[in-house]
């Protein structure tokens, strides 16, 4: 992508501001979600395979030493330390329990987001309690706590958010999982959901006193009902929990995990979103029963370049992935670095995702756009080998775009492509969706080529000589580069 200034011809801020609808930002159906276009790169697998990886969108911050601190939480929340946010590789420390019985937190306290204010981190902490999870019952809530030494100790101050009814036997009840941002306009804004109807809901404090009591829910006239037990309105549409503040434009971004992608939405007033038309990652099904047979993403959380939830043109997208055919006890963490901008008109396509090859231990190549992770006994790790091009996420116009799968064939061929429904006839197993490519050469394409070992093992490349490596078999199609 250009930057950001070349896009928009050097009118700056003011245009952007513009694009986004209007001097007082406007509801979410007067933004532009189609001008909005991302970019991924190849995912970085950061911790795992573990039953004990996130359970939560995961929150860092910078250190002073220039390291960073990752919060990751699954009913107990750990710090992890390491050089950059793709390489937690610290000792994990316990920094927040589970509270005493009885308590709103007795099943487990889970850190969801950290914020700055003066001398202070700020944490919102997610709490369950009455938790029976095999009768599918639980009851949420939220408090917030105070931390001197970024989030090595915390000073839980006490319930800001609770839901509009009480413990309901049967059913999980109660109101949490939120994330929250700084608005830059005095407040702090969270994202939550609520479990009587699971819609979303948005509450806000004072940035200067996001103490228990001062939380307020949208109401639908305002910020006018009670954090503790008031009836919020439910947003216009779902858009998920897991809020960032998007620097370039002073807009709100929520992610939603749906039943077949990782989904984005914007608002220009923190309370009207739009949804930006295109996945931001896209899969098969989202498959809470594992094992499946499909891979899982869940719990996504953006991530500034210096930390926190502020995020300008380049950020982190991370979250919680379980491969296909595994469980919950093999989950793990994943940090994609990214990029975001505003074009001055609708983009097709937005969305590009970077499709990688890799090579594992036995030297067999391995094209995916998700994480490298095999199935449990399928081998080790694979390393990271070459760039192929970007794939789409849906359809573009005006030119015609052929759908990807990914397949295997192990040993031999752990990862290769075929154009939808072609697995079978290339001698493997489908194992997920890849994208969209273009079916002709396009302004900014590069072909993609199935090829064969002198040893029969398929593998993809950029070449049409298969980069002497093999005989070329046919045309994929032309990714983005």
Not at 186 to 213: E, I
Not at 330 to 343: E, G, H, K, N, S
Not at 426 to 452: I, N
Request: glycine share 12%; aromatic share 10%; hydrophobic share 40%.
């Amino acid at each position: 992508m250009r930057p950001l200034a070349a896009r928009l011809g050097g009118t700056g801020l003011a245009a952007l501001l513009a694009v986004l609808g209007g001097a007082d930002g406007g509801r979410g159906a007067e933004l532009c979600p189609s001008c909005v276009v991302l970019r991924l790169e190849h995912p970085v697998v950061v911790r795992g395979p573990s039953r004990h990886e996130p359970d939560a969108p995961v929150s860092m911050v910078a250190l002073p030493d220039g390291g960073f601190r990752a919060f990751a939480a699954n009913a107990t929340t750990l710090a992890i330390d390491g050089p950059a946010p793709t390489a937690l590789t610290g000792r994990a420390q316990v920094v927040l329990r589970p509270g005493p019985p009885g308590s709103a937190a007795e099943c487990g306290r889970w850190l969801t987001t950290v914020l700055p204010a003066g001398a202070f981190l700020y944490g919102l902490v997610h709490n369950e309690q009455r938790c029976r999870y095999a009768d599918n019952e639980t009851y949420k809530s939220m408090s917030i706590a105070r931390s001197r030494d970024y989030g090595l100790t915390w000073d839980v101050l006490g319930q800001i958010i609770t839901g509009d009814e009480g413990f309901v036997a049967g059913r999980p009840s109660g109101e949490g999982d939120c994330t929250a941002v700084d608005g830059h306009d005095g407040y702090w804004y969270a994202y939550c959901q609520r479990l009587r109807d699971w819609k979303n809901t948005v509450a806000r404090a004072p940035s200067d006193d996001p103490a228990p009591g001062r939380w307020r829910k949208w109401s639908g006239r305002g910020f006018d009902a009670p954090g503790l037990g008031g009836v919020a309105a439910a947003l216009d549409r779902t858009v998920g929990m897991s809020a960032a503040y998007w620097t370039q434009t002073g807009a709100v971004l929520v992610m939603a995990t749906t039943a077949s992608a990782l989904q984005l939405s914007v608002s220009g007033d923190k309370v009207h979103f739009a949804a930006v038309a295109e996945p931001v990652i896209l899969y098969d099904a989202n498959d809470w029963k594992r094992p499946a047979p499909t891979d899982f993403y869940a719990y996504p959380s953006m991530v500034g370049a210096l930390g926190f939830n502020d995020i300008a043109r380049r950020f982190f997208l991370t979250y919680t992935y379980i491969a296909p055919g595994e469980d919950f006890s093999r989950r793990y963490l994943v940090v994609q670095p990214a990029w975001i901008d505003l074009a001055r008109a609708p983009q097709s396509p937005q969305v590009r995702v970077a499709l990688s090859r890799w090579r594992t231990a036995a030297g067999a190549r391995w094209t995916t756009a998700a994480p490298p992770i095999a199935a449990e006994g399928e081998g080790e790790a694979p390393t990271y080998d070459a760039p192929l091009g970007y794939v789409m996420t849906a359809p573009s116009t005006p030119a015609q775009t052929l759908k990807l799968d990914e397949c295997f064939s192990a040993p031999a061929s752990p990862g290769f492509l075929a154009q939808a429904g072609g697995c079978a006839a290339a001698g493997g197993e489908r194992r997920r969706v890849a994208g969209y490519v273009f079916g002709s050469v396009q302004p900014d394409t590069v072909g993609l080529y199935s090829c064969v070992s002198d040893d029969g093992a398929r593998f993809d490349s950029n070449r049409a000589d298969c980069e002497h490596a093999g005989a070329q078999t046919g045309l994929l199609g032309f990714a983005l580069r």
